[in-house]
C-alpha cells in the first residue's frame, strides 16, 4: 500500500467513516503534497477552498466554452474525503493537485471498447456489493457502514486502508474487469504521480476511490501509460469553478448521483460529538414537533433504547440509519409513516445549500443575478418557499420582473403558485421559489445572450419570436415580455407577430393567440407599459375570429368541438376584457334571430355567437355545427342578457324534439349546462323540459347518450345537484308550487311549556303571564 515515497488512501466517495480516515492518515503520514482523484483544470480555483465563504456542500462545475450545455459535476460534501484533503492540504500550506482526466476529454465519446480482453463485458455498478456478498451480507449500505463508516481509527491510521487495497485487490485479480475509461483514468493518474515525484516530494499522499488504488500500486512503464493516452479524444476547452450544491443533489435518487442515500445523515456521523444517535433522536424530536407532534423527552429516552437494542440483536457495532429510523417510526412517530417521511426529507436528506465566495470565476450574467438578488433581498435557498408580491410596490415589482426574465432563460428559480392571499386582482403575484444546483449550468448557456439579466431576457425573447411556428406561441411571449419588463424586445415581437396574424388563417389558432394577448394588456395596465400596439393586435385578432367562427365551427368531430368549446369560453372572456362596454351589455340587444345593428366588438361577437347557435345539421353532422358548440353559444348569450330566459326555454324544446339526433341533443344540454345548473332551478320549465325529454329517449338511445349527460351533470355544484334531484323525485317539474298552508291559532299552553328550555338556554328568568280563568285555549 505505501513505499518510501507515497501513501495511496482508498476511499469510498462521500464516506463519513472515509473521511475521518483521511483525516487521521493525513495528520499521521504528514505528507509534503497531496493528490486528489478530480479533474486537473481544478488546479486553478482549488486556493478559493482557503476563503471562509466557500462552505460545502458545493461542487467544481466545468463547463464547455463553446457549449455550456456540455457540463460535469465534481460535488463535495463536509464528509466528503476528498474535501477533507482540500482542507488539511490548504491550512498545512501544502501543495494540492488534482490528477484525474481533465473534462475537457470526457466531454468527448469514447471508443466502444469497453471491456477488457480478457474481463467481464460489464463493470459492476458497485464493486462494495461483491464485498458485502462474500462477508455474508445481503446489503452493500449496511456492511459498509459496520466496517468502515461506524469505526473511528486506531492507533495505525494506514491500517484501514492497506485492508480496503487488499480486498479491491482481490476482486481484479477475480476478474472484475474495468472499462477502457478506467484504463485511461488510472494510467493518467500514474502520470501525474511520477510527476508530483519529479517535483521533488518525498511524502506524497494520494486519495482516490477504492477501486482504483490496485492499479495505482504497480507502476508499468512510463511507455505504457504514453500509450494508453495516445488514444484519448481530442480535449475541448473548458471553464470551471465552484458552485453551491445541495445535499438533496447528493442524494441517488435526484438525477446527480453521487452514491449517497441519506447525505443529512451522514453529516451528522461527521460532525456529531460523542454518541450520535442519541443528538439525532433529540434533532428528530425537535422537527416532529415543530410539525405539532407530541414528542417529549421520555419518547426520545425510549427511542434511544429501542435503537441501542436493535443493533445489538442484528449484530451491529452502533445502531446505523436503519435502526434509528425503525425506533423513530415505532416511537416518535406512533407508527406512521406519513411523520417518517417527514424525518427522512429534513433530516436524512436534508436541505443544506453551500456557498460560495464572489472570487469564484464566473461569467458576466452570473455576477449581475448574484446582484440583483443581494439589492433585492432574494437570497437563494434548497428549501421551497412561497413569496406573494404587491406590484404597487417598487421592490415586488422588481422582483416579480426578475422572476420572468429569469424563467424566459431557462431558469425556473421561481413557479408561479396558488396566491395565499384572497385577491382576484392583477396587482398580486405568489410564486414558489426553490434554486437548484443545476441552474448554474442554464445560466452558462444563456450567457451567450448578454451581460445582464435583462440584456439576455431582451435578446432571448427577440430569438424565440423569430423562431415561432405558431401564433398562440407569439402572443404568449408578448405576454412575457410584458410581465418581465421588457419593453426593449416588444416592438420586434410585436412586428413578427403581426407578421404571423397576417398569414394565419386558422380560426382556433387566432382564439388560442387572443387570451394572451388581453392579458398582456391588463398587466400593462398594473405596469404602466404603453400597450397601443398591443391594443391594435388584439383588436385584429378579434374582428377576425368573430368573423370566421360560426364556419369554422361546421362538421367538427367530438375532439374538435370539445378543443373548440374551451376555446369559445376563453375567447368570451377576454372580449369581456376588451371591450369595456361587454360588461354593460344588456336584454336591449336584439333577442331574435334577426339580428341588430352591431356597433362594438362585444356586439360584433353576440353577432357571432347568434350565428354560431342557429348552425344546425340539416342533412348530416357535417353540414352543421356540433350541438355541444350551439349550446354553448346560447348560454353564453343567455349569460350576458343578450338572450332572455324564454328565447333560451324556445331553443332548447327545438333541440329536445323528436326530430333530431338525441346525440346530438345531449351534446347540445352539456353545452348549455356547463359552468353552471343553477339556472335550471331558478327557471322549472327548462329543467320540465329536460326531463321529459329524457323520459322519453329510448332505452338503446339513452345508453348511447348516458356518458354524455354523466359528463354533464358531474360537472355541477354538489348543491345543486342534489337540488334537482329532489325537485325531480317531488312529482312533476311543470306544475306550479303548491301554495303554503296558513299558519293556525297559536297553542299558548305547548308554547308556554318550551318557555323554561329557552330561558335556560339563553339565561334569562322566564316571565309566564297568568292566563284568565276560562280562556279557551
Given amino acids: ?3 518510501a515515497e507515497v501513501a495511496l488512501l482508498g476511499i469510498r466517495h462521500h464516506g463519513p467513516g472515509s473521511a475521518r480516515a483521511v483525516a487521521a492518515a493525513l495528520a499521521q503520514w504528514q505528507p509534503d503534497a497531496v493528490l486528489i482523484e478530480g479533474p486537473m483544470e481544478a488546479d486553478a480555483v482549488v486556493h478559493l477552498a482557503a476563503e471562509k465563504d466557500l462552505v460545502p456542500p458545493v461542487a467544481l462545475l466545468a463547463h464547455a466554452v463553446d457549449d455550456p450545455a456540455k457540463a460535469a459535476f465534481w460535488p463535495y460534501a463536509e464528509f466528503s474525503p476528498e474535501w477533507v484533503a482540500i482542507r488539511h492540504a490548504v491550512d498545512h500550506d501544502l501543495p494540492v493537485r488534482f490528477i484525474d482526466l481533465p473534462a475537457g476529454h470526457g466531454f468527448a465519446p469514447f471508443t466502444d471498447d469497453d471491456a477488457d480482453a480478457d474481463g467481464p463485458d460489464e463493470l459492476p455498478a458497485d464493486p462494495l456489493a461483491l464485498l458485502a456478498e462474500a462477508a455474508g451480507h445481503d446489503d452493500a449500505e449496511r456492511w459498509w457502514e459496520d466496517v468502515v463508516e461506524h469505526r473511528a481509527p486506531g492507533t495505525d491510521a494506514l491500517a484501514p486502508f492497506a485492508a480496503v487495497a487488499e480486498a479491491m485487490g482481490a476482486l481484479r485479480a477475480e476478474g472484475l474487469g474495468e472499462s477502457r475509461r478506467d484504463q485511461l483514468r488510472e494510467a493518467h493518474m500514474r502520470q501525474q504521480i511520477r510527476a508530483a515525484r519529479r517535483a521533488g516530494h518525498r511524502r506524497i499522499a494520494v486519495v482516490c476511490g477504492a477501486f482504483h488504488v490496485p492499479a495505482l500500486e504497480t507502476m508499468p512503464t512510463v511507455a505504457h501509460d504514453r500509450a494508453l493516452l495516445a488514444g484519448l479524444p481530442k480535449r475541448t476547452r473548458v471553464d470551471i469553478t465552484w458552485i453551491p450544491w445541495t445535499h438533496r443533489r447528493l442524494s441517488q435518487a435526484t438525477g446527480y448521483g453521487a452514491g449517497v442515500q441519506s447525505p443529512g445523515w451522514y453529516h451528522h456521523l461527521f460532525t456529531a460529538e ?16 415543530a410539525e405539532d407532534h407530541p414528542v417529549s423527552s421520555a419518547h426520545v429516552i425510549e427511542a434511544v433504547r429501542l435503537a441501542e437494542t436493535l443493533a445489538v440483536l442484528r449484530g451491529r457495532p452502533l445502531a446505523g440509519l436503519t435502526e434509528t429510523l425503525d425506533a423513530v417510526r415505532a416511537v416518535l412517530c406512533e407508527g406512521s409513516d406519513v411523520a417518517l417521511e417527514l424525518v427522512r426529507e429534513r433530516l436524512v436528506v436534508g436541505d443544506a445549500l453551500g456557498e460560495v465566495p464572489d472570487a469564484a470565476p464566473a461569467v458576466p450574467l452570473q455576477r449581475d443575478l448574484a446582484r440583483l438578488q443581494r439589492s433585492l433581498r432574494l437570497k437563494p435557498a434548497a428549501a421551497p418557499r412561497d413569496l406573494d408580491l404587491d406590484l404597487r410596490k417598487d421592490t415586488d415589482a422588481a422582483r416579480s420582473r426578475l422572476l420572468h426574465r429569469l424563467r424566459l432563460l431557462g431558469v425556473e428559480w421561481g413557479v408561479p403558485a396558488r396566491s395565499s392571499v384572497n385577491s382576484s386582482g392583477t396587482f398580486r403575484e405568489s410564486w414558489r421559489l426553490c434554486w437548484q444546483p443545476e441552474f448554474a449550468v442554464r445560466i452558462a448557456e444563456a450567457a451567450q445572450w448578454g451581460t445582464t439579466v435583462e440584456e439576455a431576457a431582451v435578446n432571448k425573447a427577440v430569438g424565440t419570436a423569430r423562431a415561432a411556428a405558431e401564433l398562440a406561441e407569439l402572443t404568449g411571449l408578448v405576454e412575457t ?10 416592438p420586434a415581437v410585436m412586428r413578427v407577430l ?6 394565419d388563417t386558422d380560426v382556433a389558432h387566432l382564439a388560442g393567440a387572443l387570451p394572451a394577448l388581453v392579458r398582456a394588456l391588463r398587466y400593462g395596465d398594473v405596469r404602466g407599459t404603453d400597450h397601443g400596439a398591443l391594443a391594435g393586435a388584439a383588436a385584429g385578432l378579434a374582428e377576425r375570429v368573430c368573423v370566421g367562427l360560426p364556419p369554422a365551427c361546421v362538421g367538427l368531430d367530438a375532439e374538435s368541438a370539445a378543443a373548440m368549446r374551451a376555446r369559445i369560453d376563453e ?11 361587454a360588461a354593460t351589455a344588456t336584454a336591449t340587444a336584439s333577442s331574435t334571430d334577426t339580428g ?6 362585444a356586439d360584433r361577437w353576440a353577432a357571432a355567437l347568434r350565428s354560431l347557435a342557429r348552425r344546425e345539421p340539416t342533412g348530416g353532422p357535417a353540414t352543421g355545427a356540433p350541438g355541444l358548440l350551439r349550446g354553448r353559444a346560447v348560454r353564453l348569450l343567455l349569460d350576458d342578457g343578450r338572450l332572455d330566459s324564454e328565447e333560451a326555454g324556445r331553443r332548447l324544446r327545438l333541440v329536445l324534439s323528436v326530430a333530431n339526433a338525441p346525440a346530438d341533443a345531449a351534446g347540445w344540454v352539456e353545452g348549455f349546462l356547463t359552468g353552471g345548473g343553477a339556472l335550471l332551478l331558478h327557471d322549472p320549465r327548462l329543467l320540465a323540459l329536460l326531463d321529459e ?27 345543486v345537484r342534489s337540488t334537482i334531484g329532489g325537485r325531480v323525485a317531488a312529482g312533476p317539474l311543470g306544475a306550479a308550487p303548491a301554495a303554503p298552508e296558513t299558519a293556525g291559532e297559536l297553542d299558548r299552553d305547548r308554547a308556554d311549556a318550551a318557555v323554561p328550555v329557552l330561558a335556560l338556554l339563553l339565561g334569562v328568568r322566564p316571565k309566564i303571564p297568568r292566563q284568565p280563568a276560562g280562556r279557551n285555549t
Fill in 498 to 503: 403581426a407578421d404571423c396574424a397576417a398569414l
Fill in 481 to 490: 415580455c410584458l410581465l418581465a419588463g421588457l419593453s426593449g424586445a416588444l
Fill in 693 to 719: 325529454w329524457l323520459s322519453g329517449v329510448g332505452g338503446e338511445v339513452f345508453t348511447d347518450v348516458l356518458p354524455l349527460l354523466r359528463r354533464t351533470f358531474a360537472g355541477l355544484e354538489a348543491g
Fill in 596 to 601: 341588430a345593428d352591431i356597433g362594438g366588438l
Fill in 274 to 289: 460523542g454518541d450520535p444517535v442519541p443528538r439525532w433522536l433529540t434533532r428528530a424530536a425537535e422537527l416532529l414537533r
Fill in 571 to 581: 375567447v368570451h372572456g377576454a372580449i369581456a376584457l376588451l371591450d369595456p362596454d
Fill in 1 to 3: 500500500m505505501t513505499d
